[in-house]
Nanobody, 124 residues
Framework: QVQLVESGGGLVQAGGSLRLSCAAS????????MAWFRQAPGKERELVAA????????EYADAVKDRFIISRDNAENTVSLQMNSLKPEDTAVYYC?????????????????WGQGTQVTVSS
């Protein structure tokens, strides 16, 4: 089992920045692909960014490329999402997820473990 706890959400004006963090409980954290998903009201949960176990492979949704940066610290069992130039359409609940290495480019069904989510609200 891997327990994931997100932090760092909140309310920010358009154009602002937020940094989300996810702390994982398991010492084998480094073997997992990690990802951030988001779900807006009435919409399906979508992949925002994913990072391979070693950090060498990273995937971003087109909507967040050049604005968001995902990173991980395997020594600290954490994964972060730096969100810059935020837009109202980024408003959603953001979830941290962990899965096998093959999940990197997958959908939410490919990830085994989920955090409780953290709300990000971007005002116009």
């Amino acid at each position: 089992q891997v327990q994931l706890v997100e932090s760092g959400g909140g309310l920010v004006q358009a154009g602002g920045s937020l940094r989300l963090s996810c702390a994982a409980s398991r010492r084998t954290f480094s073997s997992y692909a990690m990802a951030w998903f988001r779900q807006a009201p009435g919409k399906e949960r979508e992949l925002v960014a994913a990072i391979a176990w070693g950090g060498g492979q990273i995937e971003y949704a087109d909507a967040v490329k050049d604005r968001f940066i995902i990173s991980r610290d395997n020594a600290e069992n954490t994964v972060s999402l730096q969100m810059n130039s935020l837009k109202p359409e980024d408003t959603a609940v953001y979830y941290c997820a962990a899965g096998p290495p093959s999940a990197l480019r997958g959908t939410m069904n490919d990830y085994n473990y989920w955090g409780q989510g953290t709300q990000v609200t971007v005002s116009s």
